[in-house]
Structures are given as C-alpha cells and as structure tokens.
C-alpha cells in the first residue's frame, strides 16, 4: 500500500515539474516600416532581440520592445512603447498582460500593435496615432492593458500597420 502511495505521489509530482518546465513563450516582429531595428529589453536591460524571434523557456517578465528608429533611447525614451509579461496563469488574472505605451518620456514614433498568437488570438491592440485611445498615456489607464490566460501565449509585435 505504501509503495503504491509513493509511486503515485513520485508520478504526480514527474508530471507537475515536467508542466512547469515546458513554459515557452515567442516574441516575433513584423517591420513593415522597412527601417528601423526591432528592438526587444529584459526587465534586467539586457537586449533579447533586435528583429529576430526570440524564444524563452519559463516566463518573460516586464519587456519592453520599441522600433528603433535612431531617436529613441535604450528604453524606448522618445517612442512608442510595448510592454509585455508573458507567464502561464497560476490562478485567475495571473498570466500574460501586454500593452502600448506613451507615458512620457515615451511618445508616438510609428504606428504600433501588437496580437497573441494561439489560444488568444486575435486580442491585442494597435496604436495609429498620439491620441491613440489603446495606449497608456498615464499610470492609471489601466483599461488598455491587454491580458492572456492561457498556457504559453506568444506574442507578434507590427511596426507601421
């Protein structure tokens, strides 16, 4: 009895961390502004991207991505802005949130969306203009925030619509 108890236990918990290590999630770029270079920032200011795929095993936290145009600084200072954590939900209204950005320092630079790919598609936002009502201009605009609560959610960020 107590070997079976063990067995199942042993079994469960396999599963569990075998769940816990296939978290991976995708940011892809699409410039179709044909200048410029993508740019992908870690929470921790390390650059992940600049135009390519890029893919993590576990969860992003707090990135920001911005198209460089040569004026923006290395946080995007001076651009439109994206900002993303994409992490599997633990519980209810845990997982990815995204949005767009133009809380000063930042400002509108080039049309900019973004979309999730996958079990969340289509949502996402697109911002065409400084006024643009699906972007943060304020702390408190917390309506524009866009969320995700499935297992895994990538992400596809487009610079001039």
């Known amino acids: 009895m ?32 044909h200048t410029g270079t993508p740019t992908l920032i ?10 390519g795929a890029y893919t993590i095993n576990g969860p992003l936290r707090g990135a920001i991505a911005y198209l460089q145009t040569g004026s923006c600084g290395f946080n995007g200072e001076g651009c439109t802005l994206v900002e993303t954590t ?5 519980t209810d209204g845990s997982g990815s949130s ?4 133009l809380i000063p ?19 996402g936002a697109d911002c065409n203009n400084a006024g643009c009502t699906t972007a943060f201009h304020k702390s408190s605009d917390t309506q524009v ?3 995700c609560q ?12």
């Open 86 to 90: 994409l992490v599997n939900p633990t």
């Open 42 to 51: 870690s929470q921790t200011g390390q650059v992940l991207s600049t135009g």
């Open 2 to 33: 107590f070997s079976s108890i063990c067995a199942t236990t042993f079994a469960l918990i396999v599963v569990a961390a075998g769940k816990a290590l296939a978290e991976t999630h995708t940011v892809t770029f699409n410039n179709n502004c």
């Open 105 to 123: 320092p930042h400002a509108f630079s080039v049309t900019t969306g973004f979309g999730y790919i996958g079990a969340c598609a289509p949502a």
């Open 98 to 101: 995204t949005d767009l950005s």
């Open 150 to 161: 499935q297992d895994n959610a990538n992400l596809v960020i487009t610079f001039c619509l």
């Open 145 to 147: 925030q866009v969320p």
